[in-house]
């Protein structure tokens, strides 16, 4: 028996190494059309963009993960095409066949389509080689723009502000992040960049770039008409999964490709994992596509226990964080618009956390700066804990304390 992982992605490696610590004893091979060591891509967006740093890619496992594990990588080389009947992969060199074949394909920056969209100057951020263009280009960068304010766009706001740019930033939304955060945490957000010197402007989208006198962005003109100066450009409008091979392959996709509670495709010789899968939720009763490392990780730990004959429903808790400067938010579960809200902790000193109430209990915490309450937080919503509104408001509750506090039923 033999395992086909298409990504040599987060989601990738981890399960090529879930298997092998699981017992599997098959092949495995790993398809990564990136060269060189596959990375962690979180800190392409915060560390390595920091000023004064001559920056190196921190690896996902070292050179010798695969030679002590007995996991082929073939680096630099595209699965092209699957025959799903003949259950093989089709690669820019020759073919593979395989027994279970595996989608980490990860996501594809959404890029622009206005006027000026690809002058020389404008920038994507998600892999390695994006992350070195910037770090080149910051140092002399004057004016930023940068389009989204979501987490990738905040990050760089926040580093491009330590470089001592000008940074404006254009969000069509009311508010930053508004896909993933409560109203409290985005508009606190909106203040503490601002209070940053971030030119925050939300409800203006980009309109057109115009370019400079030498040929490269000179501008970003806005939705209102209004024209900020840009030498560098950011473009952050979020990613869309890489799911054309599966679809091509006669795989169902709906916002990425779909699987069961077991992250399987329809074949069942077929799974997908990480920004690539369509899954059904246990946490959002919906069927989601997430973007995180802990959702890369957890499914793909859960999916080498598939492939091994486990019918579990994969069901962990989604939990993220995201580095912007001085502020380190931590989510734990999914927030929702209309959860009822309430902040413990000292907002004033950018150290508190905002619990969010669906149907009376804590159904998510997104924190700031306290990492404590995050971890609590955790342990609480993934152990099913019953944290009532009324408990939460009593004086002297902490997310910790709860922790070590016998659970209160739902019903009380
Ligand atoms: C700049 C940045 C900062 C981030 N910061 C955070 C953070 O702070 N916290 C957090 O939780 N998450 C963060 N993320 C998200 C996180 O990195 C991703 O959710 C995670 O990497 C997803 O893992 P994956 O394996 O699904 O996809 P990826 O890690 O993207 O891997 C997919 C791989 O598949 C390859 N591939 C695609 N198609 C093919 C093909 N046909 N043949 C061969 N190879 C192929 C791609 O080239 C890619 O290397 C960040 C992402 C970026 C880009």
Same mark, same amino acid.
């Given at each position: 028996?033999?395992?086909v992982i298409i990504g040599g992605g987060?989601?990738g490696?981890?399960?090529?190494?879930?298997?092998?610590?699981?017992?599997?004893?098959?092949?495995?091979e790993v398809i990564a059309e990136e060269s060189g060591?596959p990375?962690?891509?979180?800190?392409?967006?915060?560390?390595?963009?920091?000023?004064?740093?001559?920056?190196?890619?921190?690896?996902?496992?070292?050179?010798?993960?695969?030679?002590?594990?007995?996991?082929t990588l073939h680096e630099g080389v595209q699965a092209l095409a699957i025959d799903?009947?003949?259950?093989k992969v089709k690669l820019t060199e020759g073919s593979l066949e395989y027994?279970?074949l595996?989608f980490a394909t990860g996501?594809r920056?959404?890029?622009?389509?206005?006027?000026? /969209? =690809?002058?020389? !100057?404008?920038?994507?951020?998600?892999t390695?080689?994006?992350? @070195?263009? $910037?770090?080149? #280009?910051? &140092?002399?960068?004057?004016?930023?723009?940068?389009?989204?304010?979501?987490?990738?766009?905040?990050?760089?706001?926040?580093?491009?502000?330590?470089?001592?740019?000008?940074?404006?930033?254009?969000?069509?939304?009311?508010?930053?992040?508004?896909?993933?955060?409560?109203?409290?945490?985005?508009?606190?957000?909106?203040?503490?960049?601002?209070?940053?010197?971030?030119?925050?402007?939300?409800?203006?989208?980009?309109?057109?770039?115009?370019?400079?006198?030498?040929?490269?962005?000179?501008?970003?003109?806005?939705?209102?008409?209004?024209?900020?100066?840009?030498?560098?450009?950011?473009?952050?409008?979020?990613?869309?999964?890489n799911?054309t091979l /599966? =679809?091509e392959a !006669?795989?169902?996709?709906?916002?990425?490709?779909?699987?069961? @509670?077991? $992250?399987?495709? #329809?074949? &069942?010789?077929?799974?997908?994992?990480?920004?690539?899968?369509?899954?059904?939720?246990?946490?959002?009763?919906?069927?989601?596509?997430?973007?995180?490392?802990?959702?890369?990780?957890?499914?793909?730990?859960?999916?080498?226990?598939?492939?091994?004959?486990?019918?579990?429903?994969?069901?962990?808790?989604?939990?993220?964080?995201?580095?912007?400067?001085?502020?380190?938010?931590?989510?734990?579960?999914?927030?929702?618009?209309?959860?009822?809200?309430?902040?413990?902790?000292?907002?004033?000193?950018?150290?508190?956390?905002?619990?969010?109430?669906?149907?009376?209990?804590?159904?998510?915490?997104?924190?700031?700066?306290?990492?404590?309450?995050?971890?609590?937080?955790?342990?609480?919503?993934?152990?099913?804990?019953?944290?009532?509104?009324?408990?939460?408001?009593?004086?002297?509750?902490?997310?910790?304390?709860?922790?070590?506090?016998?659970?209160?039923?739902?019903?009380?």
């Amino acid at each position: 028996m033999n395992v086909v992982i298409i990504g040599g992605g987060q989601a990738g490696l981890q399960i090529a190494d879930s298997l092998r610590t699981e017992g599997f004893e098959g092949k495995i091979e790993v398809i990564a059309e990136e060269s060189g060591l596959p990375y962690q891509r979180p800190p392409l967006s915060k560390d390595y963009l920091a000023p004064g740093k001559e920056p190196a890619p921190l690896p996902l496992r070292g050179a010798s993960f695969f030679v002590d594990k007995n996991i082929t990588l073939h680096e630099g080389v595209q699965a092209l095409a699957i025959d799903r009947a003949q259950r093989k992969v089709k690669l820019t060199e020759g073919s593979l066949e395989y027994d279970h074949l595996v989608f980490a394909t990860g996501a594809r920056n959404r890029t622009l389509t206005c006027t000026g /969209a =690809s002058l020389p !100057g404008i920038h994507g951020l998600k892999t390695l080689a994006d992350a @070195e263009a $910037l770090h080149a #280009a910051l &140092p002399t960068a004057r004016n930023i723009v940068i389009v989204g304010a979501g987490f990738i766009g905040l990050e760089f706001a926040a580093a491009a502000r330590a470089h001592g740019c000008n940074v404006t930033v254009l969000e069509f939304a009311p508010l930053p992040m508004g896909r993933a955060l409560t109203s409290v945490m985005g508009e606190w957000f909106a203040a503490a960049h601002r209070s940053q010197g971030v030119d925050l402007r939300l409800g203006e989208g980009i309109g057109r770039f115009e370019p400079g006198a030498d040929g490269r962005v000179g501008a970003a003109v806005s939705t209102t008409g209004a024209s900020y100066p840009a030498d560098l450009v950011l473009v952050g409008i979020g990613v869309q999964s890489n799911d054309t091979l /599966a =679809s091509e392959a !006669g795989l169902e996709i709906s916002n990425g490709i779909v699987v069961d @509670e077991t $992250l399987r495709t #329809a074949d &069942p010789a077929v799974l997908a994992i990480g920004d690539c899968a369509s899954f059904p939720s246990a946490h959002a009763h919906a069927r989601l596509r997430l973007e995180s490392v802990q959702n890369a990780t957890d499914q793909a730990r859960h999916a080498a226990r598939t492939i091994l004959g486990a019918e579990s429903p994969y069901t962990e808790l989604p939990w993220f964080w995201s580095t912007q400067g001085p502020y380190r938010l931590q989510m734990a579960g999914l927030a929702r618009p209309d959860d009822d809200t309430l902040v413990l902790g000292d907002r004033a000193g950018a150290k508190f956390s905002v619990l969010c109430f669906r149907e009376g209990v804590l159904a998510a915490v997104e924190s700031v700066n306290m990492a404590a309450d995050h971890m609590a937080a955790r342990k609480l919503l993934a152990a099913g804990t019953a944290i009532t509104r009324v408990q939460a408001e009593t004086e002297g509750f902490t997310l910790k304390a709860a922790v070590n506090t016998p659970a209160t039923p739902v019903s009380a």
